[in-house]
Nanobody, 119 residues
Framework: VQLVESGGGMVQSGGSLTLSCEASGSILNIVSIGWYRQAPGKERELVAITTSGGSTNYADSVKGRFTLARDYAKNPVYLQMNSLKPEDTAVYYC??????????????WGHGSQVTVSS
């Protein structure tokens, strides 16, 4: 299973960016898909995640500013980031967990997308 990310970049404080992530490979089903981020010197943290059961959870630090949307018909998941702050600067990683067509579980990560917010 491979995850291809796009949409990172640099923006001024208060600006917006959209990240996208598309999964490919021998996928039977995706149980959860979402975004994590890692800032320099800090541990990787959950940003937002959605599950096949329909629930979506956000980190407290991004609630009301970030929106995770998934196009079930076309697979990609999008992270719309509004009102960005310098503290949102990090490498953002897409993560997907589920089952392959041979019924084995997978836990896949994207290559990471740099998001830089200047003050």
């Amino acid at each position: 299973v491979q995850l291809v990310e796009s949409g990172g970049g640099m923006v001024q404080s208060g600006g917006s960016l959209t990240l996208s992530c598309e999964a490919s490979g021998s996928i039977l089903n995706i149980v959860s898909i979402g975004w994590y981020r890692q800032a320099p010197g800090k541990e990787r943290e959950l940003v937002a995640i959605t599950t096949s059961g329909g629930s979506t959870n956000y980190a407290d630090s991004v609630k009301g500013r970030f929106t995770l949307a998934r196009d079930y018909a076309k697979n990609p998941v999008y992270l719309q980031m509004n009102s960005l702050k310098p503290e949102d600067t990090a490498v953002y990683y897409c993560n997907a967990r589920g089952y392959s067509t041979d019924r084995t579980p997978f836990d896949a990560w994207g290559h990471g997308s740099q998001v830089t917010v200047s003050s």
